[in-house]
């Protein structure tokens, strides 16, 4: 069974500044692929990034990057230089590394607001 | 193409009755999940489709959730003998196969059960 915790329900963060989102995973797959969604408050779920656990360098995508410590079992979101329309729910999910598994795990999510 | 299209956007309907949803994916995607989402949680994972087969379900589900997909394009979303715990939103998305494919999410349909 797969299990992604997200442990900051809320976080602020000053316009420009860069800000951290947590997110930690529980797994018995060998091979697997940790993906960050952002979810506006109009609820459409966008799809920001991806790694994979077999992946040696950290997936980066514009001003987002995945912080993998495979160790730790941690796939912390780094977002860089905040911008107001960053302010959304994040959402980190995991799914088996099987061309036919189709089914992803999520966790609870962490409320960004950026401040002006 | 205008991405994942979902219908209606709301629904109430009354205890009992039974409601249907629509998703309309991505036209070259062959991936097709039905995700319900309550708030405060993270979606949680119903059912999917590869092309017009349904490959997995949730455990979770019981029999009063059904899924469709019968030309491998639209699917459907059928709630039967509906209760207070089903509202929701439900979400729908779709993708190309591969593991490391990202969802495209459409815009869910809310239920409220009354």
């Known amino acids: 069974a797969q299990k992604i915790t997200q442990t900051q329900p809320g976080m602020f963060v000053q316009e420009k500044e860069a800000v951290t989102l947590d997110c930690t995973y529980d797994?018995?797959?060998?091979?697997?692929?940790l993906f960050w969604y952002k979810q506006p408050s109009s609820g459409e779920m966008i799809f920001l990034i991806y790694?994979?656990?077999?992946?040696?360098q950290n997936a980066t995508e514009g001003r987002y990057s995945l912080n993998f410590q495979k160790a730790r079992k941690s796939a912390n979101l780094v977002i860089s230089a905040s911008q107001l329309g960053d302010s959304a729910m994040y959402f980190c999910?995991?799914?088996?590394?099987?061309?036919?598994?189709?089914?992803?795990?999520f966790g609870d999510g962490t409320t960004l607001t950026v401040k002006p | 193409d205008t991405g994942v299209s979902q219908d209606p956007r709301h629904k109430i309907t009354k205890r009992g009755q039974n409601v249907t949803f629509r998703c309309d994916p991505i036209?070259?995607?062959?991936?097709l999940y039905w995700y319900r989402q309550t708030l405060g949680q993270g979606p949680e994972f119903l059912t999917y489709?590869?092309?017009?087969?349904?490959?997995?379900k949730s455990r979770l589900l019981s029999d009063r959730f059904s899924a469709e997909r019968p030309k491998g394009s639209f699917s459907t979303l059928e709630i039967q003998r509906t209760e207070q715990g089903d509202s929701a939103m439900y979400l729908c998305?779709?993708?190309?196969?591969?593991?490391?494919?990202?969802?495209?999410f459409g815009s869910g349909t809310r239920l409220t059960v009354v």
């Open positions: 998305a779709s993708s190309v196969t591969g593991y490391n494919r990202g969802y495209t």
């Open positions: 797994t018995s797959d060998q091979s697997y692929g």
């Open positions: 790694q994979g656990s077999y992946d040696e």
């Open positions: 999910a995991m799914r088996e590394a099987n061309t036919n598994a189709g089914k992803s795990t």
């Open positions: 036209s070259e995607h062959n991936r």
């Open positions: 489709f590869q092309n017009e087969a349904q490959l997995e």
